[in-house]
């Protein structure tokens, strides 16, 4: 699976929209792009994941670059809620041997305030 | 529906000391995993199962064993404790076909 960078934490206000960004360079043409958080204390939650278009759902939009090269994921309304560590992981689509498996790194700590 | 449960919560153990952590799931998911999680280094895989009677193992399998006797059930066992597995677990879960993984509560353990 590709690796992935992200910022190690980040600030936004509450009501504005956060914008948090993921570099994988080296994405192959089979894999998806997913995106996780866990708010402190809790186990991870599923936020969305793309392959090449952009998606959104009620919880945020994934927008990938044309080259794939990165991603931003976009909370649209933040709110004290949605503090938590968000993490962007790269792997190969489902139904594969290995699709269990989800390689997180250290992701971003997003911190939203009043 | 209770989704993904995981016990105990909370476990101190003994350098040495054996112990069963259980999840389980009701939502009939094939696929169910097993992480750590320690400051600073994110989640690691430590072994996952791609359906009732199969395992493998992912990043982090040593001084841990499983087993997948039911679709349910996917319990992580500790043959003999050691302080470097203090940590917070994770059971996760998903269906085949499907790309969301649903998260127990986690399990903290402490081994003196």
């Known amino acids: 699976d590709a690796k992935t960078t992200q910022p190690t934490s980040m600030d936004c206000a509450e009501g504005r929209a956060a914008n948090l960004p993921c570099n994988h360079s080296t994405i192959s043409g089979n894999e998806y792009v997913y995106w996780y958080r866990q708010i402190h204390s809790q186990g991870p939650q599923y936020i969305i994941h793309g392959l090449k278009n952009n998606e959104t759902n009620e919880m945020a939009s994934l927008i990938i670059t044309e080259d794939r090269k990165s991603s931003t994921l976009i909370l649209p309304h933040a709110t004290l809620r949605d503090t938590a560590v968000y993490y962007c992981?790269?792997?190969?689509?489902?139904?594969?041997?290995?699709?269990?498996?989800?390689?997180f790194g250290t992701g971003t700590r997003l911190q939203v305030t009043l | 529906n209770a989704g993904v449960t995981q016990t105990p919560k909370f476990q101190v153990l003994k350098t040495g000391q054996s112990m069963t952590l259980q999840c389980a799931q009701d939502m009939n998911h094939e696929y169910m995993s097993w992480y750590r999680q320690d400051p600073g280094m994110g989640l690691r895989l430590i072994h996952y199962?791609?359906?009732?009677?199969?395992?493998d193992q992912g990043e982090v399998p040593n001084g841990y064993n499983v087993s997948r006797s039911t679709t349910e059930d996917f319990p992580l066992r500790l043959l003999s404790a050691a302080p470097s597995q203090t940590s917070v677990y994770f059971c996760a879960s998903r269906a085949g076909g499907t790309d969301t993984q649903y998260f127990g509560p986690g399990t903290r353990l402490t081994v003196l």
């Open positions: 992981i790269v792997r190969v689509g489902r139904d594969t041997g290995t699709a269990s498996k989800l390689t």
């Open positions: 199962s791609v359906g009732a009677g199969i395992t």
